[in-house]
């Protein structure tokens, strides 16, 4: 049997389970989030919440992947033989593909204004044709799927690399250089003109702002972000070295995923109140107000064609991460070559895509509950799918698991200090799944 493939340095893995994490969430709804919602005081929580819960979480699945070096379903089989926990498996994939699906669609936006900003098309528009030329993209079904399928195409170029020369090295080289174009939009926005007005949007603690909501809001932003519960990190760390600390890995991905959406926000609000432009967050921010912004600042070309460089780059390495999990599956549950799991996967993940890509357009008429089936899609991944392996994953490893397996795995057989054990073990069997629950009650409406 050939060796399994792992991370050759912890660099790469680092990178690799950052890029999991860091996407278009950190970008275009975290720094919003945080200025409507009390600025330094959201932030404050947010920080609590990812302590609390996000990082504990990240190890749990930290935990699950390197203690048995296989895929969710195998690793759950070898840590409770004679159970049926594996079968939570099958959801883990299915959501994988149904955050693909709709997630690629939006990549696939990214570059056409990737292509746009290197023509030079994004320029001397008003605030109006932005919004327009927005919505000639995603009501032309020949321009969005294709869009769509390019992206897909690349994403799955890097995934028949393998793990070393492709997820590892693509990673490696695209998380330092998004770091590096935020530091450098972080400069430009801070030397503009009423620059302050921003950071005091962003920065400025006032709690009377910050109600129940904001609070499920920031706990929500905490876990969304992290792009835990569908097992892209038990995936990954299936492929981690035996000797790396988890407990230093997981508070490393936890830490720089926050050190992203507070400079996204750095980057964004002080050139949004420079410029005398409302706040606001999602789609609309990226594709209708940042370029009207960029035209208007000295090197506009320059400053558009880093910005969408950089958040293809977000969104390219937390697509590869998706993709490995049935890829993963596929190759060591069902015997299949990586080419032919990757055929597999590329063929169900580019027909989900096409008709979320479609559901603009020639299926707007398709709705379910009001909402159309990109729509659908990504309400069914934030608020199920990754919520209910959230919980699943907290409660299996905080409730279920040998003791001795989660010893193991933060001690590396001994050789670490064992002191985050209680904390872990709190974290997961209580203060996690009561926020998850929380944030399911909140984000469907119920509280």
Known sequence: MSKRAAFATRVGAIAAAVGSAVGLG?????????GVNGGGAFILVYIVCILIMGIPVILSEFIIGRSTHSNMKAALRTLSPGKKYYLFTYVCILGSFVVIGFYSVVCGWIIEYLYQAA???????SSAEYSEMFNGLISNPWRCVGWTMLFLVIN???MSRGIEKGIERVASIMMPLLFVILIVFCVNSLLLPGASKGLDFLFSPDFSKLTWK???EALGQAFLSL????????TYSSYFDDKTSLVKDAATVGILDTMVAILS?????????????????????????LPSIFQQMTGGYFWALLFFLLVFFASLTSTISLSEIPITFMIEEHKMS???????????????AAVAALSFNVLDDIKLWGKNIFDMMDYAAS????????????????????????????????????AMEPYLIFCLRYVAPVSIIFIFLYLTGII
Request: glycine share 12%; with cysteine; net charge positive.
């Open 383 to 418: 608020n199920i799918f990754m919520l209910l392996g959230g919980l699943f994953t907290a409660v299996y490893v905080g409730w279920i698991l040998d003791r001795k397996v989660i010893r193991d795995q933060l001690t590396n057989g001994g050789k670490l200090k064992g």
């Open 119 to 125: 023509l030079g098309n994004l320029s001397e528009h």
């Open 227 to 234: 792009s835990i519960g569908i097992s892209c990190l038990v």
């Open 338 to 352: 990586r080419p032919r799991a990757i055929l597999w996967t590329a063929l169900i993940t580019f027909a989900l």
């Open 26 to 34: 950190n970008i275009w709804r975290f720094p919003y989030e945080a």
């Open 265 to 289: 926000g750095v980057m964004i609000f002080p050139a949004v109140f420079s410029f005398g432009v409302e706040p606001t967050a999602g789609p609309s921010l990226i594709f209708e107000v």
């Open 156 to 158: 799955f170029i890097v």
């Open 214 to 216: 904001g609070v499920l």
